[in-house]
């Protein structure tokens, strides 16, 4: 039990109080899965004086009806502690029904199969060119491809040059691997203040823009009128944050585990039509988002006494390996759930569904499809040490990769 018992409200009951702190915990850093798996032993809502104190959702049933009900969980605030963010986003801060409209101008706009039909090209043609970028036979598989890729497409889609890219990289590692609100803070405004001038600069001659979802987002209608530009700007950083470090660090577990496991890998390299379905499982076992909702008033929720403003936190890597919804979950079996397909909250679940998820999966798709082929015998560079970065998202630190390069492969 850690010695911050003044973050315990009276409210909670010393039975339910467990030490979880995501964001600095060595024992994340040093063993991610199986200090997850070990929450199973824990209560199904406890609370943690960590961060300020916060509870903790442990059940993927549960964790479910936290992202369904906007009524009791708000979105207005969606970190674990509290951070003050220069920018409301669009849609990610609005509770229904105000989030509604919002939240259809994305699926029928902005990722709406017109809007997107060029990501995929580009997604390949990226990851093609970041391949042949490494170094013959190996690479530093985060750094030279995961933080790339994912970035690439995005400057595409909104038709942003593409020299910015290294301008990107600290905002976001500010942003979701940040340890104090400062650094938060930092990488918001840095972000922000960039896309504002350059949307600015953008809409004085918007017809040179080529870029897919730039062009749905400025001329999209909500409830029959054209987007102001502060509401562009806001969706803009949203796009900006939604689709950059939460996809890197899928894709670092990812090629991790397949590095790791030449069964798996081989199955999808012969069969690569499997990939799709593979990568549900991926998804499941390998979730990374840690989610934070408020408690919008005092209730009773399974059991447990909330109270208006209480932080909660869902952390989809903790109730994906719940064994309670997922039978031997520490397992990656591609056949799991055969008939229905894997159910899985890695893009979370209920109004708030990432409406991203389709280009997310793409790009894991494209990612899967382009490099397993290329790296005949992948594995980890013999003798380097894997450490997990702690954060908004769970990501392998560093992975340094090696394969058979040679005209045989």
Not at 185 to 200: D, R, V
Not at 364 to 389: N, T
Request: proline share 8%.
């Amino acid at each position: 039990m850690p010695a911050e018992q003044s973050t315990v409200p009276q409210h909670v009951p010393a039975h339910l109080v467990y030490p979880f702190d995501y964001r600095s915990d060595a024992a994340i850093k040093e063993n991610l899965w199986d200090y997850m798996s070990s929450m199973n032993a824990r209560p199904d809502i406890f609370f943690s004086p960590d961060l300020g104190g916060h509870w903790v959702i442990a059940r993927a049933a549960i964790a479910e009806e936290v992202f369904s009900n906007h009524e009791l969980f708000s979105v207005r605030s969606v970190s674990v502690p509290k951070l003050e963010s220069p920018v409301r986003l669009i849609p990610n801060n609005y509770d229904p029904p105000e989030h509604g409209p919002y939240r259809r101008l994305f699926a029928q706009n902005l990722f709406s199969p017109r809007a997107l039909a060029a990501l995929e090209g580009v997604t390949r043609n990226h990851a093609r060119e970041l391949f042949d970028a490494m170094p013959l036979g190996q690479c530093e598989f985060v750094a030279d491809f995961a933080e790339r890729l994912p970035i690439d497409v995005f400057l595409a889609g909104m038709g942003v040059d593409p020299s910015h890219r290294d301008e990107f990289l600290p905002w976001v590692q500010n942003v979701f691997s940040g340890t104090t609100k400062e650094q938060f803070a930092s990488g918001m405004t840095e972000a922000s203040t960039f896309l504002a001038e350059w949307l600015q600069e953008q809409l004085k001659a918007p017809e040179k823009n080529t870029g897919g979802m730039f062009q749905a987002m400025i001329t999209s209608e909500i409830e029959g009128r054209a987007l102001t530009w502060d509401e562009m700007h806001r969706i803009t950083v949203m796009l900006f944050l939604g689709g950059l470090d939460t996809v890197t660090s899928e894709m670092s577990h990812a090629m991790y585990f397949l590095a790791s496991s030449p069964a798996h890998r081989d199955r999808l390299v012969e069969r690569p039509q499997d990939i799709p379905k593979a990568l549900e499982e991926i998804l499941r076992r390998f979730s990374i988002a840690n989610i934070g909702r408020v408690v919008a008033k005092d209730t009773e929720f399974h059991g447990v006494v909330l109270k208006a403003g209480d932080p909660v936190l869902i952390p989809t890597p903790m109730v994906g390996l719940d064994e309670t919804a997922f039978e031997d979950a520490m397992t990656v079996d591609f056949d799991r759930g055969r008939a229905r397909g894997v159910r899985h909250l890695a893009f979370g679940a209920g109004p708030h569904l990432c409406p991203g998820a389709y280009l997310a999966r793409t790009q894991l798709r494209v990612m899967l499809e382009e490099l397993l082929p290329r790296m005949p015998g992948l594995r980890v560079q013999p003798g380097a040490k894997i450490e997990w970065r702690t954060g908004a998202d769970f990501m392998v630190h560093a992975l340094p990769l090696e394969w058979n390069a040679g005209p045989s492969s």
